[in-house]
């Protein structure tokens, strides 16, 4: 893509230049301030749109892209780089959690949005609208939040289209993450799923967990970043090799069935999240009032990507989710699950919030 300029709503970036601002975002109810850099090349190139902050307590995404912008020059770049570090103001601000505090939704299981819809779904129409439907390109950051341990890996969907698909693997292998989850699937309201049945080629990237704001978390994300973009060619190659990946799609998906307090039986330490099988003892939740205990068991074989740290659940928690080895055979019936408690019209495929 080499256009003349580089506009979202009142910002405007010329060839060569890096604009910062806000753009007003118009919700219905309220209006959203949406903070953005546009760095337009000086040499043709594609377009890619980064967003982070779509959820809140995620704040090592926020910080990633931040700093990218701050080092990301139009001398060096081919094409257009879009920056949006916070995509979902009330959730980041004022939040702090997957939903907005404005209306309860999840900003990441209604993408495309509906621009007659409510305050979120207004919001994912908007970003689709303004930054995802110009894009060759599309990056969504995220990491696990204030109350959940992560795994790093990079998630895309098959869309049926073989170019697209090979574009959007090879991407998804660029940013130095071993582990790559597939969605067998580009249906439902996640942001990558969305833009994918669009035609852009999109990734979800998962790096850091419990909500991490550390420098060298922050770092590492800039340099995956950098990396991938250098793989698309909007920044000058280095000569680097990509690093060998694991596919994987998703096995399982666990909801708390009770109230309670909640005790996992595995580790906090992505480190170390390790394998389970079927029926294995992932964690009890216990009555505060009299210590009745309620029993959570592993619906699948898989390993553990993420799983809740926090310490009080209610029916329909999250406690963690399973992937197996991503295998043609088999793989079809295993991503097809129905993660509990999502509830109508949630993704099948993929129980990432």
């Given amino acids: 893509m080499n256009d003349a300029t580089l506009s979202v709503g009142t910002l405007v970036a010329e060839p060569g230049t890096k604009v910062r601002g806000y753009v007003h975002a118009d919700l219905g109810t309220l209006t959203a301030d949406i903070p953005l850099t546009l760095v337009h090349g000086t040499r043709p190139g594609p377009r890619?749109?980064?967003?982070?902050?779509?959820?809140?307590?995620?704040?090592?995404?926020?910080?990633?892209?931040?700093?990218?912008a701050d080092a990301l020059e139009p001398a060096e770049v081919h094409g257009q780089v879009v920056i949006c570090p916070v995509a979902n103001p009330p959730a980041v601000y004022q939040g702090r959690l997957n939903v907005s505090p404005v209306d309860g939704v999840n900003l990441n299981r209604v993408f495309p949005g509906d621009p007659a819809g409510g305050p979120?779904?207004?919001?994912?129409?908007?970003?689709?609208?303004?930054?995802?439907?110009?894009?060759?390109?599309?990056?969504?950051?995220?990491?696990?939040?204030?109350?959940?341990?992560?795994?790093?890996?990079?998630?895309?969907r098959l869309t049926g289209d073989p170019d697209l698909d090979k574009?959007?693997?090879?991407?998804?292998?660029?940013?130095?993450?071993?582990?790559?989850?597939?969605?067998?699937?580009?249906e439902g309201g996640n942001s990558h799923a969305a833009a994918a049945r669009r035609g852009v080629s999109a990734v979800l990237v998962e790096v850091g967990?419990?909500?991490?704001?550390?420098?060298?978390?922050?770092?590492?994300?800039?340099?995956?970043?950098?990396?991938?973009?250098?793989?698309?060619?909007?920044?000058?190659?280095?000569?680097?090799?990509?690093?060998?990946?694991?596919?994987?799609?998703?096995?399982?998906?666990?909801?708390?069935?009770?109230?309670?307090?909640?005790?996992?039986?595995?580790?906090f330490d992505a480190d170390v999240i390790g394998e389970?099988?079927?029926?294995?003892?992932?964690?009890?939740?216990?009555?505060?009032?009299?210590?009745?205990?309620?029993?959570?068991?592993?619906?699948?074989?898989?390993?553990?990507?993420?799983?809740?740290?926090?310490?009080?659940?209610?029916?329909?928690?999250?406690?963690?989710?399973?992937?197996?080895?991503w295998d043609p055979d088999t793989a079809a019936r295993a991503d097809t699950f129905r993660a509990p408690g999502l509830g109508a019209g949630s993704d099948e495929a993929d129980p990432r919030p």
Avoid: K
């Fill in 167 to 186: 574009a959007t693997a090879e991407l998804a292998g660029s940013f130095g993450i071993e582990d790559v989850i597939l969605g067998l699937t580009p």
């Fill in 209 to 267: 967990q419990l909500g991490q704001r550390d420098e060298a978390t922050a770092l590492r994300r800039v340099d995956g970043l950098l990396t991938s973009l250098r793989h698309l060619g909007v920044l000058d190659q280095d000569g680097s090799v990509p690093a060998p990946i694991r596919e994987w799609v998703w096995s399982a998906g666990v909801t708390a069935e009770a109230t309670g307090l909640w005790y996992p039986e595995f580790s």
């Fill in 48 to 68: 890619v749109v980064i967003t982070a902050g779509v959820h809140g307590g995620e704040f090592t995404p926020v910080d990633a892209a931040v700093r990218l």
């Fill in 276 to 325: 389970v099988a079927e029926g294995d003892l992932l964690g009890r939740i216990v009555d505060p009032t009299d210590g009745t205990e309620h029993t959570v068991h592993a619906p699948a074989d898989g390993r553990i990507f993420y799983g809740m740290h926090g310490l009080t659940v209610a029916p329909g928690t999250e406690l963690a989710a399973l992937a197996v080895p």
């Fill in 120 to 156: 979120t779904e207004r919001l994912a129409a908007w970003l689709f609208a303004n930054l995802v439907d110009g894009a060759d390109v599309y990056i969504d950051l995220h990491c696990g939040g204030i109350d959940q341990v992560l795994r790093d890996f990079v998630g895309y």
